[in-house]
């Protein structure tokens, strides 16, 4: 069955930095553009970045460009967000996500989170 697993949240300071991980299974992972969104309580779930299955092509939401990199490891089935000069406003739980077609029917998934706290 498919399954997305983020690791690597934490609390830093601001300008601080992470690296978060996405382990994915049960899928063909060389194939599928996955994503990186976050959520804050009360809010909807912000598109942070994006990589297509080669890792040819990366998109960043305007708030992350400079600072986060998403890359992937397609012999490991990891996709990876480095987070670079963190600020408070990046404090959120942060998903990974794939829009794949399963059984014929296709369906977004998700992974339970991993949280970043960055103290001011």
């Known amino acids: 069955q498919v399954q997305l697993v983020e690791s690597g949240g934490g609390l830093v300071p601001t300008g601080g930095s992470l690296r978060l991980s996405c382990a994915a299974s049960?899928?063909?992972?060389?194939?599928?553009?996955v994503r990186w969104y976050r959520q804050t309580p009360g809010k909807e779930r912000e598109l942070v970045a994006t990589?297509?299955?080669?890792?040819?092509?990366?998109i960043y939401a305007d708030s992350v460009k400079g600072r986060f990199t998403i890359s992937r490891d397609n012999a490991k089935n990891t996709v990876y967000l480095q987070m670079n000069s963190l600020k408070p406003e990046d404090t959120a739980v942060y998903y990974c996500?794939?829009?794949?077609?399963?059984?014929?029917?296709?369906?977004?998934?998700w992974g339970q989170g991993t949280q970043v706290t960055v103290s001011s």
């Open positions: 990589i297509t299955n080669t890792g040819g092509s990366t």
């Open positions: 996500n794939a829009f794949l077609s399963v059984g014929g029917h296709w369906n977004l998934y």
């Open positions: 049960g899928f063909t992972f060389s194939s599928e553009t």
